[in-house]
Structures are given as structure tokens and as C-alpha cells.
């Protein structure tokens, strides 16, 4: 049971960091498309607007950390895992499950049906907006970050906390 609390709570809070994320989409542009990020990049409109390479790495190193800290402390404390295998197996399913929301239901849902995240420029892109194989992919890639991040909190459960 505490599972779906669980669940059902991350999943809020991921879904009102990405609202808030997304009050201004430029500023998330590497989540789009690659044919809409090189349409936005030609725009005069968005050119000093745009996060660079440097700015996206920094960005998700530093969440990685926090997520590591975070999720390290919810697995020790909230779930009383004590050994790097019950941290490991529990983060990730609970990353995998928040995964699985933000691919269906923020992705596939909602960024691909709404108009608010269609870039003034790029409203003849439709079937750009709509290619759900680019957040379906985007989806693997994450469970790939999983791992990493989840072995991370495993080995600072096991041997910090």
C-alpha cells in the first residue's frame, strides 16, 4: 500500500515541478523534438532566449544530485531500506513508475495535445509535436539515468545514512 501513496505523491510533485518548468518552454527546449529545437534555434524570436549545452548539463547534474540525496533519505527513512539491493530495487521501481507517468500523461497527454506548448513559428510542425516515439525514447533513456541514480542512492544508503 504504501507503494501507491508513494507513487501517487511523487508523482504530484513531479507533475507540478514540470507546470512550473513549463511556464516558459523555451526554457525547456531540449525536451521538444529535434526538427522543433532547430526550427526555435533559427527563430530571431527565441535567439538569446535559449538554454545552451553547457546550461542542460548543469541542470541535470544538479538534479541528479538532488535527486540522489533526496531519494536516498525518502528510501532510508520513509521505507527503512537499509542495504544498497533494497535501496537499488525500491528507487528504482518508484523512478520507473514516475517514468511511466511522465511519458503517458505529461508527454503523451499533455505536451503533445497542448497548444500552449507550440512555439509561435512552428504551428505548421503538428506531426513534430506529436511524435510520441521521441518521448517513448526519451522514456528508456531515463531508466538508463535510473540506474545510475538509483545505484548512487543505493550506496549512500548503505554506507552513509
Not at 522543433?36 to 544538479?62: C, F, M
Not at 530495487?89 to 511522465?102: A, R
Not at 539515468?145 to 548512487?152: N, R
Request: net charge negative.
Amino acid at each position: 500500500m504504501i507503494i501507491i501513496l508513494e507513487s501517487l505523491i511523487l508523482c504530484v510533485l513531479f507533475t507540478v515541478m514540470v507546470y512550473f518548468m513549463s511556464r516558459e518552454p523555451v526554457k525547456t527546449l531540449y525536451n521538444y523534438p529535434p526538427r522543433i529545437q532547430e526550427r526555435v534555434r533559427s527563430l530571431d524570436e527565441y535567439r538569446d532566449q535559449i538554454p545552451t549545452q553547457k546550461n542542460k548539463a548543469a541542470a541535470k547534474i544538479g538534479a541528479s544530485i538532488l535527486f540522489v540525496i533526496i531519494l536516498s533519505l525518502i528510501l532510508r527513512y520513509v521505507n527503512g531500506c537499509t542495504t544498497f539491493r533494497e535501496a537499488f530495487g525500491y528507487g528504482f521501481l518508484l523512478w520507473t513508475i514516475v517514468n511511466l507517468w511522465d511519458v503517458i500523461v505529461l508527454d503523451i497527454v499533455w505536451f503533445c495535445h497542448d497548444p500552449y506548448f507550440v512555439f509561435k513559428g512552428t504551428e505548421d510542425m503538428v506531426s513534430d509535436y506529436h511524435d510520441y516515439w521521441f518521448h517513448i525514447r526519451g522514456f528508456f533513456i531515463g531508466e538508463l539515468l535510473a540506474l545510475a541514480v538509483c545505484a548512487a542512492a543505493g550506496l549512500v544508503v548503505h554506507f552513509i545514512l
